[in-house]
């Protein structure tokens, strides 16, 4: 789990809850991390 720590760490946010509200921001929206993490969700939730 280091890694998403690490970007946990990189985005500035402390909790899952925190990170879920950063995907869901507005203004974070055109951010390209932001848009990998929502595209790694959707494919792992079709599954």
Partial sequence: MN???E???DL???S???LQAYIEA???QDEEI???IKEA???YLEE
Avoid: C, R, T, Y
């Fill in 3 to 5: 890694g998403l720590e």
């Fill in 26 to 28: 507005p203004e974070h």
């Fill in 16 to 18: 899952f809850e925190e």
């Fill in 34 to 36: 932001v848009k990998q």
């Fill in 7 to 9: 970007l946990m760490k």
């Fill in 41 to 43: 969700f959707k494919i």
């Fill in 12 to 14: 500035n946010v402390s």
